[in-house]
T-cell receptor, first 111, second 114 residues
Framework: QKEVEQNSGPLSVPEGAIASLNCTYS??????FFWYRQYSGKSPELIMS????GDKEDGRFTAQLNKASQYVSLLIRDSQPSDSATYLC???????????FGTGTSLTVIP | NAGVMQNPRHLVRRRGQEARLRCSPM?????VYWYRQLPEEGLKFMVY????????ESGMPKERFSAEFPKEGPSILRIQQVVRGDSAAYFC????????????FGPGTRLTVL
């Protein structure tokens, strides 16, 4: 089992819709969770961090964390074509210094 | 620009040569992480450093790869005797402190081994 798993997609949504991206992780003791956006040929850009169970909202983005289910998600409201990118989930495992990244979900927002 | 800086942005080497990748963290950040990303794959952790210390190099190949973060100057990832399989994007990230904190990425160095 991989440390962090994401559906690779591609995920396509129409402009203005809600995009839902999901991520599961293996280490139950993990404490920190992050979502990054990566455009093709560019470096990852931090979107959200979340540390506690529940929802965290920042503009059009909402991160949701459920530690009991070892599940973290990212919702993008009012999706725009500029949101088209690969979204990476990252987890800081409890035991060490490493941040484990999922392979990413490719999102396409259709105008 | 106070962001993470990496150079060179593109590096071409022939098999057997050495590659040196440099990373200057964000101002005020003393923790540096190096990652490798192969096409269609996720980011793979390589090494975590603080000034003058390697904290965790569990993701680093045992041979040919080394990293340092001297008291003065940038962090350097060094790959000796490069092979074609080393071709990848190498990203550096920095954070102000270890553990539960956000990492900010540099633009990366694209290494191509001919």
């Amino acid at each position: 089992q991989k440390e962090v798993e994401q559906n690779s997609g591609p995920l396509s949504v129409p402009e203005g819709a809600i995009a839902s991206l999901n991520c599961t992780y293996s280490d139950r003791g993990s404490q920190s969770f992050f979502w990054y956006r990566q455009y093709s040929g560019k470096s990852p850009e931090l979107i959200m961090s979340i540390y506690s169970n529940g929802d965290k909202e920042d503009g059009r983005f909402t991160a949701q964390l459920n530690k009991a289910s070892q599940y973290v998600s990212l919702l993008i409201r009012d999706s725009q074509p500029s949101d088209s990118a690969t979204y990476l989930c990252a987890v800081n495992m409890a035991a060490g210094n490493q941040f484990y990244f999922g392979t990413g979900t490719s999102l396409t927002v259709i105008p | 620009n106070a962001g993470v800086m990496q150079n060179p942005r593109h590096l071409v080497r022939r098999r057997g040569q050495e590659a040196r990748l440099r990373c200057s963290p964000m101002k005020g950040h003393s923790h540096v992480y190096w990652y490798r990303q192969l096409p269609e794959e996720g980011l793979k952790f390589m090494v975590y450093l603080q000034k003058e210390n390697i904290i965790d190099e569990s993701g680093m190949p045992k041979e040919r790869f080394s990293a340092e973060f001297p008291k003065e100057g940038p962090s350097i990832l060094r790959i000796q005797q490069v092979v074609r399989g080393d071709s990848a994007a190498y990203f550096c990230a920095s954070s102000p402190r270890r553990g539960n904190n956000e990492q900010f990425f540099g633009p990366g160095t694209r290494l191509t081994v001919l």
